[in-house]
């Protein structure tokens, strides 16, 4: 049986977490960011858990991580 293929895509955008999870990074800070607030924008930058709703569907995109 082949190799099964893993989802560039989702490999590029998700992180294995050590309790099982995903980390990914927040949208909305690539573009008209000057009427967003510092605070905002600051508070964007830090990764968090992707939601565990949409954890088997990247564990299915990414069957070797």
């Known amino acids: 049986m082949p190799k099964m293929?893993?989802?560039r895509g989702a490999a590029k955008r998700?992180?294995?977490t050590g309790s099982g999870g995903?980390?990914?990074n927040q949208?909305?800070?690539?573009h008209i960011l000057t009427k967003k607030s510092t605070k905002r924008k600051r508070h964007l930058r830090a990764?968090?858990?992707l939601?565990?709703?949409?954890?088997?569907?990247a564990r299915r995109?990414?069957?070797y991580c």
């Open 27 to 30: 949208s909305h800070r690539r």
């Open 61 to 63: 995109m990414m069957p």
């Open 14 to 16: 998700f992180k294995p």
């Open 5 to 7: 293929k893993t989802n």
């Open 51 to 57: 939601a565990a709703a949409d954890v088997a569907a």
């Open 47 to 49: 990764p968090t858990e």
């Open 22 to 24: 995903f980390k990914r």
